[in-house]
């Protein structure tokens, strides 16, 4: 049987152990995506697999899978190698921080990754996510949310939020920010990319 859900180190900035240690003990894989191999060795997470091309890690004891190709960053490379193998989820802590380039990168990699697989980025304050097609969520009232269209979209509807929209169109804008979830089912709906950016 396949494993289902991952969770990708990288080595940016970590949130919080509140937030990576569930997501750790959830995960039916542990991997680091190059040197963030190294920094969830050094907080104890028993890591069995590094992905990337390996400019940046230090340790050697972990098994390496090589991913050459400086046109495309580690992360979107490990989110396809996981899809190539059948994982369903994967969920992706250590992205906040350093240069800009590598920030945007991140996001353009959610975006680029595998329809096929559910990725949630998890950063200190937010969760991550993209909608293809279709994203039904529970939030609690007055959870705030934002959406950002990273490809021109002709019809997007979100229901369940004090700002609603109903089959308009959306680019990447500033348009979908800073939304409230009414509290219960929030409905998510598209023709385009979006990215749903949800305060936790």
Same mark, same amino acid.
């Given at each position: 049987?396949?494993?289902?859900? &991952? *969770?990708?180190?990288?080595? @940016?900035? &970590?949130?919080?152990?509140?937030? &990576? ?8 894989? /542990?991997?680091?995506? =190059?040197?963030?191999? =190294? ?7 028993? #890591?069995?697999l590094a *992905? @990337?091309?390996? =400019? ?29 193998? @059948? ?7 250590? /992205? ?7 920030q945007l ?11 096929? *697989? ?19 969520? &529970? *939030? ?42 009414? @509290?219960?089912?929030?409905? /998510?709906?598209? =023709?385009?990319?979006? #990215?749903?950016?949800i305060n936790?």
């Open positions: 049987m396949a494993e289902k859900t &991952w *969770l990708l180190c990288a080595a @940016g900035d &970590w949130p919080s152990k509140a937030i &990576w240690k569930p997501l750790s003990q959830s995960a039916n894989r /542990i991997v680091g995506v =190059d040197g963030g191999t =190294d920094i969830a060795l050094s907080v104890g997470l028993d #890591v069995n *992905l @990337g091309d390996f =400019d940046s890690i230090v340790d050697e004891s972990v098994q390496r899978n090589e991913l050459p190709d400086q046109n495309r960053s580690d992360l979107l490379k490990s989110l396809e190698f996981a899809a190539s193998t @059948g994982v369903s989820t994967v969920n992706v802590v250590g /992205i906040e921080g350093g240069d800009v380039n590598h990168a991140n996001f353009a990699a959610l975006v680029e990754a595998p329809t096929e *697989l559910e990725v949630n980025l998890h950063l200190n304050e937010h969760v991550v996510m993209r909608c293809l097609d279709r994203l039904d969520l &529970w *939030l609690e009232a007055g959870t705030n949310l934002s959406l950002f269209a990273f490809t021109s979209c002709v019809h997007v509807s979100i229901s369940g939020v004090e700002f609603p929209l109903n089959d308009e169109a959306l680019a990447f804008s500033t348009r979908g920010l800073h939304n409230v979830a009414l @509290g219960g089912e929030v409905k /998510i709906q598209t =023709d385009g990319v979006l #990215v749903v950016l936790q």
